[in-house]
């Protein structure tokens, strides 16, 4: 099932520095790409739908703009199959380098699309196009990132390293929010005719930027040990299924953790404005930006206690803690005190979530070997990712037709925290597993050997 390398010499030891660089290249390209990724968000929840759906029934348009969001999560798992194949095959930093190009590009056209008014049904069609654009890439960026940094990473450290890739996602994230505050404030008029566009188009920027720093990216020892010896693996996705389908399943499982995410990002903020609350759109903004400031700081912290004190008991303070206190986050909403929510969606979302969300990229990733990591990575987590996705729009209609429901969301919330839970709690613990060891079966689990007889 391998494809030995002809004639490849042993591979050199990374330059010292590298796993720092691999870091850097890790937090930088994720947080360009998920600036990317979430801007879209906050314009699905405040700007889409009088945009490019019917505005004669608002309620049915937002509930279509936000299904538009979780395009993007059904798309991911077509992208982790081929994205994964190819970066098992090929290596991780061309899977890097191209992600990150994708996801520029299709950003950049989403800010030139027509409107509605424009081009009628023709202009939904196109965004959701766009969409399943960024989405494929998405379905690469974190699995390849969280791939490269873990491979680079000492011994010891490797939940601090990888805890990197999701700083990076955070920091788009509040990248994008802050973009958004000065144009959701923006008269109706220039918001809906040409404002909402420049954070799209500012995207010509990340691509750039995010190529120039991953070019220089050396492949992982690990990888090259890989082709130079044993080759590559012909059919990555056989392998994963046959020999790590059990840790599939725990992946796909813990993935859906996102929906935490998604369901504070995108619904919250549309319920937080919507007629029922009417809170104001900037001020909501902020809760968001300063909860994903909190959780930069929160993220490689909880990274290092597990690398302390294993993956596991850090995982589910996240999933439990996530689960319970979502509700105390949507029920403040539903008070319409800013402060309240304030405090408890930087709790939640700053401190609490980034405990599971600081420790999946190498939990997930230290399940599998080498051969298969980056396929096995971003399969399950695409699968998951993508049932998160469309929480939004399932909670959009949990929530009734006034949109108000918030107890039944939290409810929705919660249950979806369980197979997380379950998932790291049937896990094996890997904090402590030699790097060359990760993805074998455990002595303790292998059948006895019986001695021959003489």
């Known amino acids: 099932m391998t494809v030995p390398s002809p ?120 965004l959701v196009l766009c969409r399943v654009l960024q989405g494929v890439s998405a379905a690469g960026e974190q699995a390849s990132a969280s791939s490269m940094t873990l491979e680079h990473a000492p011994p010891g450290r490797r939940g601090f390293f990888t805890s990197f890739t999701l700083s990076g996602t955070q920091a788009g994230q509040l990248i994008a929010t802050l973009v958004f505050i000065p144009v959701a404030a923006l008269p109706e008029d220039q918001l809906l005719s040409w404002g909402w566009r420049v954070p799209f188009w500012l995207s010509v920027a990340v691509a750039v930027v995010g190529y120039v720093i991953r070019r220089s990216l050396e492949e992982t020892p690990a990888f090259a040990q890989q082709a130079a010896t044993e080759g590559v693996v012909k059919l990555p996705l056989a392998v994963l299924l046959r020999d790590h389908w059990a840790d599939v399943l725990r992946v796909v499982a813990g993935a859906l953790i996102a929906s935490v995410s998604t369901i504070f990002t995108v619904w919250a903020l549309s319920y937080a404005t919507s007629p029922a609350v009417g809170m104001d759109r900037s001020g909501m903004l902020w809760v968001g930006a300063l909860a994903n400031l909190a959780a930069l700081g929160a993220i490689p912290l909880w990274a290092k206690l597990s690398d302390r004190i294993g993956r596991r008991p850090v995982y589910l303070v996240g999933a439990v803690g996530s689960a319970v206190l979502m509700a105390c986050y949507l029920w403040a909403i539903s008070t319409g005190s800013y402060p309240l929510v304030l405090a408890l969606g930087i709790l939640t979302f700053g401190f609490v979530y980034s405990a599971a969300n600081g420790v999946w990229p190498a939990f997930y990733g230290e399940m599998f070997p080498t051969r298969v990591r980056l396929s096995g990575m971003a399969i399950g987590t695409q699968i998951g990712f993508a049932v998160a996705g469309f929480a939004v729009a399932f909670a959009a209609q949990i929530a009734g037709p006034n949109g108000d429901d918030w107890s039944a969301v939290a409810l929705f919330t919660a249950a979806l925290c369980v197979p997380p839970a379950i998932a790291a709690l049937t896990a094996r613990e890997t904090h402590d597993v030699p790097a060359e060891e990760l993805g074998l079966r455990p002595k303790s689990e292998l059948p006895e050997r019986v001695p021959a007889k003489a």
């Open 7 to 126: 004639g490849a010499a042993a591979p050199q030891q990374p330059p010292e520095g590298q796993p720092r660089k691999a870091a850097l290249a890790a937090w930088t390209g994720s947080a360009l790409e998920y600036y990317d990724f979430f801007i879209y968000g906050s314009a699905a929840a405040l700007i889409f739908p009088k945009v490019f759906f019917d505005e004669s029934d608002p309620a049915n348009a937002t509930l279509l703009s936000l299904a538009t969001f979780g395009v993007a999560y059904a798309a991911r798992p077509v992208g982790a199959l081929v994205l994964g194949h190819l970066g098992d095959r090929l290596g991780r930093k061309k899977i890097m380098v191209f992600t990150l190009i994708l996801m520029g590009l299709s950003t950049f056209l989403i800010g030139c699309l027509p409107s509605r008014a424009q081009v009628g049904s023709l202009a939904p069609v196109l």
